[in-house]
């Protein structure tokens, strides 16, 4: 998208709502990380349990072709750290803003490359966690991958948008300091049409992307969360979400650990379903709060 059109898309908002979002994103890396670390610590391997999935060795050859000898699954574990860096870096360009009301008509470049990156990450999160859920129940489940879970808009989500997942997992990875570098200098001028030619021209995208993608990722770069009527909403869902997804990605955890014993815990197993239930049932919550902001906004798709 267009930085243009994107600025176009973003409604009126304070200073104090990106802060807001960056304290809801610092919260879902550190319980994604802490949900990696608790299966790493009792010896579940990701890696390994995805080897057979199509998709996980799409990704994995992905990687290795951009130069990177880790899989997927560990670089991301890795990068969780870097965003952690990037995120902060927001707030403290952030906390420089002046105390206006900021909208599209004003937005700055510097402010657009902020919420991008914010965008980007939330993005990440969704889908580091929704993949973490997908090889967890490959884990426990006696089929193959490809019917181990059950969720099958999940699996729509991560086939179409891996790539684009790969593209941030590369770049954060490999120049993370130019990146922080890149948000730093991003020009606190507004945005229009001469001034985004005339970067582009003299300093290439990078003057105005501060993470460069190949692929385009569903709902990224449309700044749907920015617009006042829907945060509120979609605050909610996110949190609702990332919770329960966390709390039952720490049952298959331990399911997975107790069978490894030869053990089975028929309640956990229930529990872990009534979990499913409730994140489905979430995401599709989400799904309808874009789908309906799409129909009022359909300039921005």
């Not at 994604?32 to 299966?39: A, D, F, I, Y």
């Not at 449309?222 to 909610?236: A, C, F, G």
Request: charged share 25%.
């Amino acid at each position: 998208m267009q930085l243009t059109q994107y600025a176009r898309g973003v409604k009126t908002f304070k200073k104090s709502d990106i802060l807001k979002d960056i304290v809801v994103q610092e919260g879902f890396l550190d319980s994604l990380s802490n949900t990696l670390k608790l299966g790493k610590s009792n010896d579940i391997d990701l890696t390994s349990i995805g080897r057979n999935w199509v998709l996980i060795k799409a990704m994995d050859r992905d990687i290795d072709n951009r130069g990177i000898q880790i899989d997927a699954v560990d670089l991301a574990a890795t990068n969780l750290r870097y965003w952690g860096q990037l995120v902060k870096a927001c707030g403290e360009e952030v906390r420089k803003m002046p105390d206006t009301l900021i909208s599209g008509e004003t937005l700055t470049i510097k402010q657009a490359a902020v919420l991008q990156v914010l965008d980007q990450c939330n993005f990440y999160c969704t889908f580091l966690t929704t993949l973490t859920e997908a090889l967890l129940s490959i884990g426990l489940s006696d089929k193959d991958p490809a019917n181990a879970v059950k969720n099958t808009a999940d699996i729509q989500m991560l086939n179409k948008t891996w790539m684009y997942f790969n593209d941030l997992n590369v770049g954060i990875f490999n120049t993370l300091p130019d990146i922080l570098k890149r948000l730093k200098n991003a020009p606190d001028v507004e945005i229009d049409e001469s001034t985004i030619d005339i970067l582009g021209k003299n300093k290439g995208e990078l003057a105005f992307t501060p993470i460069p993608t190949k692929n385009a990722g569903a709902h990224v770069f449309l700044p749907m969360y920015w617009v006042k009527s829907m945060r509120m909403e979609l605050d909610l869902a996110r949190i609702s979400s990332m919770t329960e997804s966390n709390e039952q990605n720490a049952m298959k955890i331990e399911q997975l650990m107790n069978r490894r014993t030869g053990q089975n815990d028929v309640q956990l197993d229930r529990q872990i379903e009534i979990y499913q239930s409730r994140i489905i049932k979430n995401r599709s919550k989400i799904d309808d709060i874009y789908a309906r902001y799409e129909r009022k906004e359909p300039s921005h798709a």
